[in-house]
C-alpha cells in the first residue's frame, strides 16, 4: 500500500498526457485520457493515476488526506507556460491605439519606441515593484492555468538593470507557489548607448553581464532574438558560445519578422528551443523536424500583432518537429497571460487538432523547459500540478470560449485555486 494525502475521486475525464515525451506526429494526438478516474498524491508527488478499484488496492489515505470530489470534473496537467518576458514596468497601450491606427510594430520601433520604452520604464523601476508586477501577474497567469513559467529579462540592457530583473524573478519565485525557469536575455534590443557600436555591446554581455549572471547563479537559460537589424547569426552563434561556456542552456527567438536562418542555427547548436517561427524557411523546417530542438510557437503574436502570416504549425508537426506553444506574454507583441486562451488560439489560428495543442501546452512544453521529467504529464513519481475543469468533455476546453471553467488548482500537491479563488 502506498500512502496518500491528497486523493482526487472520481474525475469525470482525466488525461494524464503519459507517453514518452517528447512528442510527435502520430503520439501528439495521445492525451493518455482515463474516464471516471482516481488521483492521489504524496508530499506534493503523484503516487497514483486510475480506476477506483485499483486506487482501493493500492492505495491508503492519510488520516489527515485533502478528499476532492471530482465528479463532474475534467482533470489535466497544470499548463507550462515556457516563453514569457514577466518582469517588465510600464505599458505600451499608446503604442497598442498606434497600432490600430495602422503603424506596424517594426516601424514603431524603428522611431525609438517598442522594446526601447519598455526598457526605459523597467530601468526605471525598482526591484521591489518589479517583483509585486511579477507576484500579481503570476496569480493571473496562475488562475489561467500555467503552474510552471518560464521568465526572461531583456528590458534592462545594461548590467544593473538586467541583473535587477533576474533578481526580481528569484524573489518572486520564493514568494509564489508557481514554477519560475529564468532566462537571461540581455541580447533582447540594442540599447541606445550602443545603437551604432552593436559589436562592442555583444562583447560587453559576454564580458561583463554573461559572468556576473553565472557568478550569482541568476539564471539557467540564455536567449537572444536572433533578427535582421537585431542579432545577425553570427552574433547569435558568438553568444550562444560564451552562454554555453557560462553554464546556461540556450533558446532562441527565431525567424520571427524575416526568414534569417534562426531555426536552422538552433537545431545546429542545440538549442533546447527555437521560438515564433512565423517565417521560417522550408529548410528550417527541416533541420527542426530532424533535431530535438523545440519549435515553441507562439500564436498570441499573429493574433495580438494582428498578423495574416502565422507559424506553419501543420507543416512542422507533419514532418516530425516536437512543437510546444507558449504565451510570449509582453507589453509589445502578446500582452497574452492566459494559457487557456493560448491552447485555443493553437487550434484557432494554427490549425492544431485539440489534442496536440493540449500535448503542446502541457507535455511538449515541459521538454521544451528540460522540465519533463517532473512536470508535464501526471504520472507518478512527477509533480501533483493539476487542473480540474467544470466542462462536460475536455474538447470543452476549447469550444468553449470566453469562460474559465478552471475550479481547482493542485500545486506540488496543495490546493491553490478553490472554486475559482485564489487560496
Ligand atoms: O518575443 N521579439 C522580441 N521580443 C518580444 C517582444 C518584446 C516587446 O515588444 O516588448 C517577442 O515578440
Ligand atoms: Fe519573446
Known sequence: MTSADLVVANCRQLLTLAGPI????????????LEKAWLASCRGRIVFTGQEKDFKARVRAEKNAVHIDARGLVGLPGFVDSHTHLPFAGSRVNEFRLRLKGYTYEELAKKGMGIQTTVKATRRATKSELVRLCLSRLDTMLQNGATTIEAKSGY?????????????????????????????????????????????????????????????????????FCEEGIFSLEDTRRLADGAKWAGLKVRIHADEFTPLGGAELASEIGALSADHLINITPEGIRKLARSDTVATLLPGVSFFLMLDKKAPARQLIEEGAIVSLASDFNPGSSMVSSMLFVLQLGVFLLRLTIEEAINAVTANAAFALGRHKEVGSLEPGKKTDLLLCELPDYASLVYHLGINPIRYIIKNGRVVVKDGRRL
Not at 22 to 33: E, F, H
Not at 187 to 208: C, D, G, M, Q, T
Not at 211 to 223: C, G, I, Q, T
Open 22 to 33: 517528447p512528442k510527435r506526429k502520430q503520439s501528439l494526438t495521445d492525451v493518455g485520457l
Open 156 to 224: 534592462g540592457l545594461n548590467l544593473k538593470d538586467e541583473i535587477k530583473q533576474l533578481e526580481a524573478l528569484r524573489e518572486a519565485s520564493r514568494k509564489h507557489p508557481v514554477d519560475i525557469v529564468p532566462t537571461f536575455m540581455g541580447a533582447h534590443e540594442i540599447p541606445k548607448e550602443y545603437r551604432s557600436r552593436k559589436s562592442a555591446y555583444v562583447n560587453f554581455l559576454l564580458r561583463r553581464v554573461l559572468p556576473e549572471v553565472k557568478r550569482k547563479k541568476l539564471a539557467e537559460f540564455f536567449d537572444v
